[in-house]
């Protein structure tokens, strides 16, 4: 018998709860801020669906109802990633080092 | 254009990428790389999908218009919010993406052809099971951060809302949304999807309400983590891997990040999420009797004095620099002190400040070194060997009282052991007790000299003293 393709995304989705865990505890606790805002940029890849729901369907009707739902999400959806990738930016070019040269 | 396989593998590459922006986040040296790694998986993610769609039509032209005008607000909030104002910001943020994640459900619902999930009253079980989690996951992401901004900004008190019988309602609610979502499956009527988001957002708004602002570091990271369910929910109905490796990375992030937290305040997750804690600071009764001790009171010549002949000095860092917006006051302080050769190092508290890592972006704004800031198993053997603590806008985590009495709500919590250094320097407007209502003994401790004043206020004049 064939294997449902949901298997194989419940074992994605699985092995990447796994791969999340390892990485994010050997995030610096210093760095914590910058993880909850990237955390937050790339959550927004949710922008995908939005732009299929938006795009999708009939060409001659661009506002059907549930393209317009894909457009609202797409703006809310794009606030986030460009938001949250410059504010991590932003902070991440303020961690710096101890000069070498101590006055 | 482009065949579902290839798209797949893009998705793929996406998912691999932000793994990578994750791992870069391990030390300050790679993490404006992984940042690039985040930003790239990202455009080459909504670049394909735009390819496998395939439709540069009008529709095409409005897309490019709202990425636009998203994009333009993101951008000019990310350069124009202060550092202090990061924990309301991020919950904002949270509150988009679930916001968003329920708009996709809700367009998968209304027309699951473009999604290939059947047809309108005649979607495939588990995409709806699917669709539906996820859209609640999000509605209750989206109210939720709404009231953790409200109460982050004070535009909402931070003390905590009960009222009779809460938990039970709560708990209703919650089994209807169970039921609700089993009831879809079997009849697929419009209004019981309607029904699972209004309840969803209702939960939202209550399970946030009760909790205290001073929990709030849990809270941002516990709705941070839904978010990443949420977009999880909607990565497996819309069968996309880049969704569903970026919701499962998320989700565990702000799941770690809740424990964490939870572990710096010595509390289960569950005694969070029932709230009531931390009243006001005037509700608390233990505060009246005690303020008879004799405490000892200092001005900012003292201080200098005192730091000025130390051969090192630690910063106890809290909230009230923040509020204070003393981080940079504190700059110019340790400054001058290391002219005249004192060493300075800063301890921070796991949960201090209203987000993880709160404290070490305010003082990386100050440009100060992150080398000289150390968490709190790194530095607490160091305050024995050290002349001074300087506490600025903390209380709760340098009390003693969590080691020694057990009857204390806070017994057993990690603390800075800030009493065993020479002599402690408290700044502090009054000595009214800290979000958990309780008294903080060092007050009163021999080696302490309380700094009656605004944080900033009180730094710049030790600054003027030196």
């Known amino acids: ?45 949710i922008i995908v669906g939005a732009i299929i729901a938006a795009l999708a369907g009939n060409s001659m009707n661009v506002f059907d109802t549930a393209n317009i739902f894909g457009f609202l999400a797409i703006i809310l959806a794009a606030i986030n990633i460009f938001g949250g990738f410059l504010v991590t930016q932003r902070m991440l070019a303020m961690y710096k080092k101890k000069k070498k040269d101590k006055k | 254009m482009i065949s579902s396989n290839l798209l797949a593998i893009f998705y793929l590459i996406s998912g691999v990428l932000f793994i990578l922006a994750l791992r870069g986040l391990s030390s300050p040296e790679t993490s404006r790389q992984g940042n690039l790694y985040g930003i790239i998986g990202m455009a080459l993610a909504i670049s394909v999908t735009i390819l496998s ?87 209750i992401t989206f109210t939720g951060s709404i009231i953790a901004f409200l109460k982050l900004r004070g535009i909402m008190s931070g003390s905590p809302i009960t009222f009779f019988g ?42 946030i309400i009760p909790i205290g602002g001073a929990d709030m570091p849990v809270v941002i990271s516990m709705l941070n983590s839904y978010s990443g369910w949420a977009a999880a929910g909607i990565g497996f109905t819309l069968e996309n891997t880049a969704l569903i490796i970026t919701g499962a990375l998320v ?39 005690k303020e008879k001790k004799p405490v000892k009171n200092g001005n900012a010549d003292d201080a200098a004095f005192l730091m000025k002949n130390a051969s090192s000095v630690i910063i106890v860092p809290g909230y009230g620099m923040a509020v204070a917006q003393a981080q940079h006051a504190l700059r110019e302080m340790v400054d001058a002190l290391k002219k005249n050769g004192v060493k300075v190092s800063y301890a921070i508290h796991p ?90 003994d060092l007050f009163y401790r021999d080696n302490t000299l309380m700094l009656f004043a605004d944080a900033k206020k009180m730094t710049e004049e030790i600054v003027k003293s030196l």
């Open chain 2, 166 to 207: 809460q938990h039970y309602l709560n708990l209703f609610l919650g089994i209807s949304l169970l039921a609700l979502i089993s009831y879809l499956c079997i009849k697929q009527i419009d209004t019981l999807f309607w029904a699972i988001i209004i309840i969803s957002l209702l939960v939202g708004v209550l399970l």
């Open chain 2, 251 to 289: 989700g565990s992030s702000g799941a770690i990040l809740s424990y964490i937290m939870c572990k710096g305040m010595n509390r289960s997750f569950f005694n969070v999420i029932l709230g009531g804690w931390g009243g006001n600071d005037e509700t608390s009764s233990s505060s009246v009797q």
């Open chain 1, 1 to 45: 018998m064939e294997i449902d393709p949901f298997i194989f995304r419940l074992s994605i989705f699985i092995l990447s709860i796994f791969i999340g865990y390892y990485v994010v505890w050997s995030v610096t606790p210093s760095l914590h801020t910058p993880l909850m805002s990237v955390t937050n940029a790339i959550s927004s890849v």
């Open chain 2, 53 to 139: 769609v395939g439709n540069f039509s009008l529709g095409f032209l409005y897309l490019i218009i709202f990425l636009l005008i998203g994009g333009s607000i993101g951008a000019f909030i990310a350069f124009k919010i202060p550092m202090t104002a990061m924990p309301e910001l991020v919950a904002g943020f949270h509150s988009l993406v679930g916001l968003a994640a329920v708009f996709v459900a809700i367009s998968a619902f209304l027309n699951p052809e473009i999604f290939n999930l059947g047809t309108p009253g005649n979607i495939k079980v588990a995409s709806l099971i699917e669709m539906s989690l996820g859209a609640a996951i999000g509605a």
């Open chain 2, 351 to 440: 949960v201090a400040g209203r987000m993880p890592g709160h404290m070490n972006v305010l003082l990386a704004e100050a440009n100060v070194p992150y080398d000289e800031v150390f968490e709190l198993d790194e530095i607490n053997n160091d305050f024995a060997n050290c002349d001074v603590a300087y506490v600025i806008g903390a209380n709760d985590v340098t009390n003693p009282i969590a080691k020694s009495d057990p009857q204390s709500p806070i017994y057993g919590m990690p603390v800075l052991d800030v009493e065993k250094s020479k002599s402690v320097l408290f700044v502090k407007r009054s000595l009214s007790p800290g979000y958990a209502g309780i008294d903080n």
